[in-house]
Protein backbone atom coordinates (compact mmCIF):
# COMPACT_ATOMS: atom_id res chain seq x y z
CA UNK A 1 0.00 0.00 0.00
CA UNK A 2 1.81 3.46 -1.03
CA UNK A 3 1.74 6.34 1.75
CA UNK A 4 -0.89 8.22 -0.29
CA UNK A 5 -3.45 5.22 0.14
CA UNK A 6 -2.22 5.05 4.07
CA UNK A 7 -2.72 8.12 4.33
CA UNK A 8 -6.05 8.62 2.26
CA UNK A 9 -7.43 5.72 4.72
CA UNK A 10 -5.81 6.47 8.34
CA UNK A 11 -4.72 10.38 7.92
CA UNK A 12 -1.13 9.94 8.60
CA UNK A 13 1.78 7.30 7.66
CA UNK A 14 3.33 5.96 10.36
CA UNK A 15 7.10 5.51 11.07
CA UNK A 16 6.64 2.25 11.57
CA UNK A 17 4.96 1.22 8.49
CA UNK A 18 7.73 -0.79 6.99
CA UNK A 19 8.76 -2.83 9.99
CA UNK A 20 8.54 -6.58 9.83
CA UNK A 21 6.00 -7.93 11.78
CA UNK A 22 7.73 -9.78 14.84
CA UNK A 23 6.25 -13.95 15.18
CA UNK A 24 4.39 -14.79 18.50
CA UNK A 25 4.91 -18.25 19.72
CA UNK A 26 3.00 -19.32 22.79
CA UNK A 27 4.30 -18.73 25.90
CA UNK A 28 2.87 -21.67 27.23
CA UNK A 29 4.56 -23.68 25.44
CA UNK A 30 8.01 -23.11 25.84
CA UNK A 31 8.19 -21.06 29.41
CA UNK A 32 5.39 -22.62 31.23
CA UNK A 33 7.49 -22.90 34.11
CA UNK A 34 9.61 -19.81 34.36
CA UNK A 35 5.94 -17.61 34.31
CA UNK A 36 6.70 -15.66 37.64
CA UNK A 37 3.10 -13.69 37.56
CA UNK A 38 0.07 -14.12 34.97
CA UNK A 39 -2.63 -11.80 34.44
CA UNK A 40 -5.91 -12.51 32.53
CA UNK A 41 -9.01 -10.08 31.41
CA UNK A 42 -11.67 -10.50 29.43
CA UNK A 43 -12.25 -6.83 28.96
CA UNK A 44 -9.05 -5.17 28.96
CA UNK A 45 -7.70 -1.73 27.10
CA UNK A 46 -4.18 -2.01 24.85
CA UNK A 47 -2.21 0.39 23.83
CA UNK A 48 -1.64 -0.48 19.66
CA UNK A 49 1.37 1.49 19.45
CA UNK A 50 3.08 -0.79 21.45
CA UNK A 51 2.06 -3.73 19.05
CA UNK A 52 5.18 -6.03 17.87
CA UNK A 53 3.34 -8.53 16.41
CA UNK A 54 0.60 -11.61 15.79
CA UNK A 55 0.76 -15.42 16.18
CA UNK A 56 0.31 -17.27 12.69
CA UNK A 57 2.33 -14.90 10.79
CA UNK A 58 0.80 -15.23 7.00
CA UNK A 59 4.49 -15.00 6.36
CA UNK A 60 7.57 -14.31 7.91
CA UNK A 61 9.19 -10.54 7.42
CA UNK A 62 5.84 -9.38 6.27
CA UNK A 63 5.79 -5.38 7.26
CA UNK A 64 2.74 -4.28 8.48
CA UNK A 65 2.45 -1.82 5.15
CA UNK A 66 2.25 -4.97 3.63
CA UNK A 67 -0.26 -6.79 5.80
CA UNK A 68 -2.79 -3.78 5.41
CA UNK A 69 -3.67 -4.70 2.14
CA UNK A 70 -2.43 -8.58 1.77
CA UNK A 71 -6.00 -10.52 1.09
CA UNK A 72 -9.49 -10.39 0.67
CA UNK A 73 -9.84 -10.63 5.29
CA UNK A 74 -8.30 -7.83 5.35
CA UNK A 75 -9.94 -5.83 2.56
CA UNK A 76 -13.79 -6.69 4.12
CA UNK A 77 -12.25 -5.32 7.80
CA UNK A 78 -10.82 -2.41 5.70
CA UNK A 79 -14.62 -1.77 4.33
CA UNK A 80 -16.02 -2.10 7.53
CA UNK A 81 -13.44 0.22 9.32
CA UNK A 82 -14.25 3.31 6.10
CA UNK A 83 -17.92 2.19 7.19
CA UNK A 84 -17.91 2.77 11.26
CA UNK A 85 -14.20 4.00 12.06
CA UNK A 86 -15.95 4.12 15.51
CA UNK A 87 -15.52 0.92 15.95
CA UNK A 88 -12.34 1.16 16.75
CA UNK A 89 -12.38 4.21 19.37
CA UNK A 90 -15.54 3.19 21.19
CA UNK A 91 -16.35 0.25 23.50
CA UNK A 92 -18.80 -1.76 20.93
CA UNK A 93 -19.08 -5.34 21.45
CA UNK A 94 -16.45 -7.13 19.90
CA UNK A 95 -17.54 -10.13 17.96
CA UNK A 96 -15.84 -12.03 17.07
CA UNK A 97 -13.56 -10.91 20.18
CA UNK A 98 -9.89 -9.73 20.10
CA UNK A 99 -7.23 -11.72 22.33
CA UNK A 100 -3.75 -10.31 22.46
CA UNK A 101 -1.11 -11.17 24.49
CA UNK A 102 1.88 -9.42 26.80
CA UNK A 103 5.21 -11.03 27.62
CA UNK A 104 7.20 -8.99 29.87
CA UNK A 105 6.03 -5.72 28.50
CA UNK A 106 5.86 -6.63 24.68
CA UNK A 107 2.61 -6.94 23.22
CA UNK A 108 1.22 -9.49 20.37
CA UNK A 109 -2.28 -10.71 18.79
CA UNK A 110 -2.11 -14.06 19.76
CA UNK A 111 -5.38 -15.25 18.28
CA UNK A 112 -8.54 -13.62 16.79
CA UNK A 113 -8.18 -10.13 15.84
CA UNK A 114 -5.49 -9.56 13.95
CA UNK A 115 -6.45 -8.01 10.90
CA UNK A 116 -8.40 -5.35 12.79
CA UNK A 117 -5.77 -5.06 15.17
CA UNK A 118 -3.73 -4.13 12.51
CA UNK A 119 -6.09 -1.63 11.28
CA UNK A 120 -6.54 -0.26 14.54
CA UNK A 121 -2.78 0.09 14.99
CA UNK A 122 -2.52 2.40 11.61
CA UNK A 123 -6.26 4.43 12.68
CA UNK A 124 -5.47 5.09 15.95
CA UNK A 125 -1.75 6.42 15.35
CA UNK A 126 -3.18 9.63 14.12
CA UNK A 127 -5.91 9.73 16.84
CA UNK A 128 -5.62 11.36 20.18
CA UNK A 129 -5.64 8.10 22.34
CA UNK A 130 -4.09 4.73 21.15
CA UNK A 131 -5.62 2.30 23.12
CA UNK A 132 -8.13 -0.29 21.84
CA UNK A 133 -10.77 -1.04 24.37
CA UNK A 134 -12.88 -3.94 25.77
CA UNK A 135 -10.16 -6.77 24.41
CA UNK A 136 -9.57 -10.16 25.51
CA UNK A 137 -5.45 -9.90 27.19
CA UNK A 138 -3.03 -12.27 28.89
CA UNK A 139 -0.18 -10.64 31.12
CA UNK A 140 2.98 -12.80 31.95
CA UNK A 141 5.96 -11.88 33.65
CA UNK A 142 8.43 -14.41 32.50
CA UNK A 143 12.01 -15.37 33.53
CA UNK A 144 13.92 -16.06 30.57
CA UNK A 145 16.75 -15.61 32.48
CA UNK A 146 16.49 -18.51 34.41
CA UNK A 147 15.23 -21.04 31.79
CA UNK A 148 18.00 -20.34 29.51
CA UNK A 149 20.25 -21.11 32.64
CA UNK A 150 18.39 -23.72 33.42
CA UNK A 151 18.58 -25.66 29.94
CA UNK A 152 22.21 -25.25 29.92
CA UNK A 153 22.23 -26.50 33.22
CA UNK A 154 20.26 -29.63 31.46
CA UNK A 155 22.44 -29.53 28.36
CA UNK A 156 25.84 -30.05 30.24
CA UNK A 157 24.94 -32.02 33.81
CA UNK A 158 26.06 -35.48 34.17
CA UNK A 159 23.20 -38.25 33.54
CA UNK A 160 23.13 -39.20 36.85
CA UNK A 161 22.00 -35.82 37.88
CA UNK A 162 17.83 -34.94 37.45
CA UNK A 163 16.54 -31.17 37.41
CA UNK A 164 13.37 -31.00 37.92
CA UNK A 165 11.67 -26.53 38.26
CA UNK A 166 9.50 -25.87 41.21
CA UNK A 167 6.88 -23.57 39.86
CA UNK A 168 4.11 -23.31 41.65
CA UNK A 169 1.27 -20.64 42.57
CA UNK A 170 1.72 -18.53 45.62
CA UNK A 171 -1.45 -16.95 45.87
CA UNK A 172 -4.07 -15.60 43.62
CA UNK A 173 -6.25 -11.70 43.20
CA UNK A 174 -9.56 -11.94 40.97
CA UNK A 175 -12.81 -10.45 40.65
CA UNK A 176 -15.04 -9.77 37.99
CA UNK A 177 -13.65 -10.52 34.50
CA UNK A 178 -10.21 -10.76 35.75
CA UNK A 179 -7.23 -12.95 37.35
CA UNK A 180 -3.56 -12.15 38.85
CA UNK A 181 -1.64 -14.94 39.83
CA UNK A 182 1.42 -14.93 41.45
CA UNK A 183 4.01 -17.61 41.35
CA UNK A 184 6.88 -18.78 44.60
CA UNK A 185 10.16 -17.71 43.77
CA UNK A 186 11.44 -20.19 40.70
CA UNK A 187 13.61 -22.82 42.17
CA UNK A 188 15.23 -26.12 40.43
CA UNK A 189 15.78 -29.35 42.32
CA UNK A 190 18.17 -31.33 41.56
CA UNK A 191 18.89 -35.01 42.64
CA UNK A 192 21.72 -37.40 42.08
CA UNK A 193 20.22 -40.32 41.18
CA UNK A 194 22.89 -42.74 42.38
CA UNK A 195 22.91 -41.83 45.95
CA UNK A 196 19.27 -39.84 46.11
CA UNK A 197 20.86 -36.97 47.68
CA UNK A 198 19.00 -33.66 46.56
CA UNK A 199 19.44 -29.70 46.33
CA UNK A 200 17.72 -26.89 45.55
CA UNK A 201 18.71 -24.43 43.52
CA UNK A 202 17.92 -20.62 42.84
CA UNK A 203 18.93 -18.61 39.29
CA UNK A 204 22.32 -17.98 40.57
CA UNK A 205 23.45 -21.34 42.23
CA UNK A 206 22.86 -22.67 39.21
CA UNK A 207 24.41 -20.78 36.52
CA UNK A 208 27.54 -21.02 39.55
CA UNK A 209 26.79 -25.01 38.23
CA UNK A 210 26.97 -24.12 34.72
CA UNK A 211 30.04 -23.00 35.05
CA UNK A 212 31.79 -25.26 36.66
CA UNK A 213 30.34 -27.61 34.32
CA UNK A 214 31.85 -25.89 31.17
CA UNK A 215 35.34 -25.54 33.06
CA UNK A 216 35.29 -29.18 34.17
CA UNK A 217 35.88 -28.38 37.58
CA UNK A 218 33.78 -31.29 39.29
CA UNK A 219 35.39 -30.97 42.96
CA UNK A 220 33.92 -26.87 42.59
CA UNK A 221 30.77 -28.24 40.97
CA UNK A 222 29.86 -30.83 43.78
CA UNK A 223 30.90 -28.21 46.48
CA UNK A 224 27.90 -25.82 45.03
CA UNK A 225 25.72 -28.75 44.67
CA UNK A 226 26.00 -29.46 48.31
CA UNK A 227 26.25 -25.91 49.38
CA UNK A 228 23.00 -25.51 47.87
CA UNK A 229 21.13 -28.81 49.53
Given amino acids: MSDGEIRELFGEVPYWAGDAIREYKPVEDYAQDFITESYWSCCASVNLGE ?5 QLPDRGHSWRQFICSDQKMQAN ?3 FK ?3 AYYTGLPERN ?14 G ?5 RATIGKFYLYSQPCPYLHHIELHDYSVDFEFM ?10 PSWLKAEVAHLIDHREDGVGWKRDYYQQLTVHVTDTRSGLSSVHDKFSLAE ?6 HKAPSL ?9
Fill in 51 to 55: LRGMA
Fill in 78 to 80: LKA
Fill in 83 to 85: ENP
Fill in 96 to 109: PSMYFVRVNGRLYV
Fill in 111 to 115: GDGRY
Fill in 148 to 157: RVYREFVAKK
Fill in 209 to 214: AVSALA
Fill in 221 to 229: FSRILRRAA
